[in-house]
């Protein structure tokens, strides 16, 4: 999927189906055929500590910000 200057997209996980195992998220994206990688949050026993985690990426950080 490609997105144009100041369009958003929103994506929902669905994390039911998955093993009650511990660990973090990986996010990966490319800009400008660079491919970009940045871990965050953490799951415990397959459920994840927030409700809803709000992700913006911008041409030079990403803002992750977890709501509990």
Known sequence: M????GESQ???LDMT?????DGDYLLSFRINNKVQK???GYFTNGSPLE????IE???DTVIVNPFF
């Open 10 to 12: 929103t994506y929902f």
């Open 38 to 40: 940045r871990r965050f």
């Open 57 to 59: 990426i911008r041409k």
């Open 2 to 5: 490609k997105l144009e200057h």
């Open 17 to 21: 189906d998955i093993p009650q195992v």
């Open 51 to 54: 409700q809803l985690t709000k």
